[in-house]
């Protein structure tokens, strides 16, 4: 199974910005899609985007479109997660995800359409 792991998480302002990334250990990363979720203490965890295998499509959580641009380079096993304008209630441990279906042909928002998690990492925002 595919490893996945997260890094770029750290402690902003409001208002700051932050861009996270995920690589994948296996080069089939390439061909099914990926997505973010976070979960913040107390809380269930929450999809906020996915992208298609080829990087021509995605699809955001409503809470942060126009906010965060979700990208890929597959010739790095790399999806990435840039997070702008960010407020305290983005706080969470940010989790990327891949498909369990390769080549899917459209975009889930939804946690059992993914079978491979990464650890996660923590973004904090203060105000």
């Known amino acids: 199974q595919v490893q996945l792991r997260e890094s770029g998480g750290g402690l902003v302002q409001a208002g700051g910005s932050l861009r996270l990334s995920c690589v994948a250990s296996?080069?089939?990363?390439?061909?099914?899609?990926g997505g973010w979720f976070r979960q913040a203490p107390g809380k269930e965890r929450e999809f906020v985007a996915a992208?298609?295998?080829?990087?021509?499509?995605?699809y955001y959580a409503d809470s942060v479109k126009g906010r965060f641009t979700i990208s890929r380079d597959n010739a790095k096993n790399t999806i990435y997660l840039q997070m702008s304008s960010l407020s305290p209630e983005d706080t969470a441990v940010y989790y990327c995800?891949?498909?369990?279906?390769?080549?899917?042909?459209?975009?889930?928002?939804?946690?059992?359409?993914?079978?491979?998690w990464g650890q996660g990492t923590q973004v904090t925002v203060s105000s």
């Open positions: 296996a080069r089939t990363f390439s061909t099914y899609n």
């Open positions: 995800a891949q498909d369990q279906t390769r080549w899917r042909n459209r975009l889930s928002s939804t946690r059992d359409a993914y079978d491979s």
């Open positions: 992208i298609s295998w080829s990087g021509s499509s995605t």
